[in-house]
């Protein structure tokens, strides 16, 4: 039982990391286009910062609740 799982895992990591030369062909990331590239780095930014934003006034309110 042990070996089939052992076998599973590596036949799983083996085609995981076939895949994976498909993933780095990014459509949007290689934009020549000023324009498109400036509108993808700035909702790239708004997406990361989003959660922070969120979690930040989780904080902020459960501190002020709190006082």
Known sequence: MGNRIASLIV????SLTAAA?????????????EASRYAYYATTVLL??????MIGGVVYYIAKKGR
Request: with cysteine; hydrophobic share 45%; proline share 9%.
């Open 11 to 14: 036949l799983i990591g083996a």
């Open 21 to 33: 030369p498909s993933s780095f062909g990014c459509s949007v990331c290689s934009v020549t286009n």
């Open 48 to 53: 990361t910062l989003m959660p922070l934003a």
